[in-house]
């Protein structure tokens, strides 16, 4: 049994009917107390409880690439990143000569960049979504894979429409557009997949060490119970199909 509760100690604690007012007191009621909301404006925002560092501050860590044309951070300052770098190498400009003259003309999308439009156009109008694969947006890719996948009849572009919208990232304060089918960013949605992924494959370690125990239906009863947590949900259809192969009580 101790083993049963330790395990169950390290899942997530079940969610308060009135969990989402962090207000009420507790840890957030004291961090809030000690917090100055002066503390460098131009990257704390207390409204989301959100820090974005900037390149521009001294105190920052990090800056930007010593190319004038190229907006990749880097740390310590004053180096080139490694695209920069790399032609720097292959080139007869003294460092400084070429900081001022290379742009730098990549194929790729920096990492928590903004993509280029979708190129689909229909009427003259343009989708305005960002590209997500074959030139396309997450919508329109789907829709012309279906179509291709299926081998249905006509052009899948006669039903498909330009979008004149982009769909906000949903985390807070995060200009980038939303990009998948959950609303995320390409940077968030990369973020929440790995977050899955490690928590599935914690608890297939936390179940798997439960496995020869009679009390294992009850870890799965206690995942169910707290399936209001964003991840747990996952959680569940994971432990389901794990329980399923265990032996009864």
Not at 99 to 106: G, S
Not at 176 to 201: D, V
Request: proline letters at 8%; glycine letters at 6%; a positive charge.
């Amino acid at each position: 049994m101790s083993s049963i509760s330790s395990a169950l100690s390290r899942l997530p604690a079940p969610r308060a009917e009135n969990a989402g007012d962090l207000d009420g007191g507790g840890w957030a009621a004291w961090l809030r107390g000690h917090l100055d909301p002066a503390w460098r404006t131009s990257e704390w925002r207390q409204d989301c409880w959100l820090f974005t560092g900037s390149v521009h501050e001294p105190r920052s860590s990090v800056a930007l690439c010593r190319t004038e044309a190229c907006d990749t951070v880097v740390s310590p300052a004053n180096i080139f990143c490694p695209f920069c770098k790399e032609e720097q190498k292959r080139s007869p400009l003294p460092d400084a000569e070429f900081a001022r003259a290379f742009v730098p003309v990549r194929n790729r999308v920096a990492f928590g960049g903004v993509p280029e439009p979708c190129s689909f156009t229909k009427d003259g109008q343009r989708c305005v979504r960002p590209r997500h694969c074959k030139e396309l947006c997450a919508t329109h890719y789907t829709q012309w894979k279906t179509h291709s996948t299926r081998k249905t009849a006509g052009r899948w572009e006669d039903t498909a429409v330009p979008y004149a919208d982009t769909p906000a990232c949903p985390a807070p304060a995060c200009p980038l557009p939303g990009l998948y089918g959950r609303g995320l960013c390409r940077h968030h949605a990369q973020r929440w997949m790995a977050f899955l992924i490690r928590s599935l494959s914690s608890l297939r370690v936390r179940i798997s060490c439960l496995a020869s125990s009679s009390s294992v239906r009850s870890v799965a009863v206690v995942l169910r119970v707290r399936a209001g947590e964003g991840v747990v949900g996952c959680w569940r259809c994971c432990a389901a199909s794990m329980c399923s192969r265990m032996p009864s009580a």
